[in-house]
């Protein structure tokens, strides 16, 4: 399925929006995340209790979790500041999940008190949070690590989803489980819940049912083997987005149907067709409705044809340390033809500032607006501050078509403003 990656904004939108607020900043569509937001409710409407945590992480602003929150979603936070923002944005209680790791005991204490549900991430967890908040919740869950390799989807496209559990620092070995499950009811914990995270970015529609059946399987062990009480089971995030023109994008009607296929063939026979789906989306749910928008400030001919623009890899690092692809229009310029070469930098002292390399485009003028595509999510939120640059504002195109500014753009003051002199 061809993917053609227009830009959600126009040249003449964009020329407005800059007079208001000027370059670099994130743009993020309102009308298309809340659209988003409904197809995947929509897609899991068959489990009453389904909701999806938005993973905070990916574009932590309180307009972006607010307007989330009014579609039903709750936060999933992984830190002490994002449980401080959740809060703040008025969302607590069982509308945050907390899936974090290594976690430092002031973030048990406030998720606790928060009312969060909380996910362990490790075995030697269970003491550390009885000592840590003096009672084991009555609803709490664990993140499972199956180990090995994790395969989904057919490979004949290429699309294959692999990932190595063996190797990633997360979770619970399947043994674990059944031990702290155990552990867990003897403290007085009375319903569980089931998470894991196998893989990222997948781009296969089989990779939430593949998983889902994995965790399915080992509910109705762990309820079998030890009669613990599974209210949930969270698919967490990873469903991928089509960065690349030509990419296929993830259909999440098929995905609802394929994990509800597995809830029908392996929880419903089991007696366990009462558990709520949970998902922790963050790229998913933002993804492709942020770009970034820059402007170019100087075009350099040495060994290559290279295009300087205001925005570095400050303001988006994924290109800079996954090679991370990003599509990009020229405002503007969307209908003609790419016959430039050029690699398009940022103004950091690290050659991998480069937002694109041997990218074709249009032929492009100094001023031009330039589109970054997809930064809606692991985008702003990556920043740093690396060679004193500032990280830039967010601005949401609102449903009625105007422009808000939702975080203003760094000063110089606010990079001063930890320093001691
Ligand atoms: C990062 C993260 C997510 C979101 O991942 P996406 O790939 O953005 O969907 C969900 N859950 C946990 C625990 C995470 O760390």
Not at 126 to 155: H, M, Q, V, Y
Not at 283 to 294: D, K, Q
Not at 325 to 340: A, L, M, Q
Request: net charge negative; proline share 5%; with cysteine.
């Amino acid at each position: 399925m061809s993917n053609m990656k227009q830009p959600f904004v126009t040249l003449e939108q964009l020329k407005a929006i800059t007079e208001q607020f000027p370059t670099p900043f994130h743009l993020y569509d309102e009308k298309g995340i809340r659209e988003n937001a409904r197809r995947l409710k929509e897609a899991f409407s068959w489990n009453p209790g389904f909701k999806e945590y938005f993973a905070v992480k990916a574009t932590p602003n309180p307009a972006i979790m607010k307007l989330l929150h009014e579609e039903g979603c709750g936060m999933d936070c992984s830190s002490l500041t994002e449980l401080m923002l959740s809060d703040k944005c008025g969302i607590r209680g069982s509308d945050i999940m907390f899936s974090s790791n290594d976690t430092p005991a002031e973030e048990f204490v406030l998720a606790a008190k928060l009312g969060a549900t909380i996910n362990l991430d490790d075995f030697t967890h269970i003491d550390f949070l009885k000592d840590t908040i003096g009672t084991i919740p009555e609803t709490i869950s664990c993140r499972f690590n199956p180990g090995g390799t994790f395969t989904a989807g057919a490979s004949k496209e290429g699309f294959q989803v692999m990932d190595t559990p063996g190797d990633s620092k997360y979770g619970f070995t399947r043994p674990q489980l059944t031990d702290g499950f155990q552990k867990l009811m003897s403290m007085g914990a009375k319903h569980f819940g089931i998470h894991a995270f196998l893989a990222s970015n997948t781009l296969s529609n089989d990779y939430y049912p593949t998983l889902a059946g994995v965790l399915f399987r080992t509910a109705v062990e762990l309820h079998q083997e030890i009669g613990a009480d599974i209210r949930f089971i969270n698919l967490s995030g990873g469903v991928g987005i089509p960065y690349r023109p030509g990419d296929p994008a993830n259909d999440i009607a098929v995905i609802g149907e394929g994990v509800r296929r597995q809830y029908e063939e392996i929880l419903v026979p089991a007696g366990m067709g009462d558990v709520a789906i949970y998902t922790e989306l963050g790229r998913f749910m933002l993804g492709p409705y942020g770009c970034l928008v820059t402007r170019v400030l100087h075009e350099k001919h040495i060994h290559k044809e290279y295009i300087g623009v205001d925005a570095c890899a400050a303001n988006l690092m994924r290109p800079a340390i996954y090679g991370a692809y990003h599509h990009i229009t020229v405002s503007g310029k969307e209908d003609v033809i790419c016959d430039h070469k050029y690699d398009v930098t940022g103004s950091l002292c690290e050659n991998s500032d480069k937002f694109a390399i041997d990218r074709m485009l249009p032929k492009i003028d100094i001023g031009d607006l330039l589109v970054i595509h997809d930064t809606g999510a692991h985008g702003f939120s990556m920043g740093y501050n690396y060679n004193g640059r500032l990280r830039s504002a967010e601005v949401l195109l609102q449903t009625d078509g105007t422009p808000r500014l939702i975080r203003r753009a760094e000063t110089p003051e606010d990079y001063f403003a930890t320093l001691l002199f």
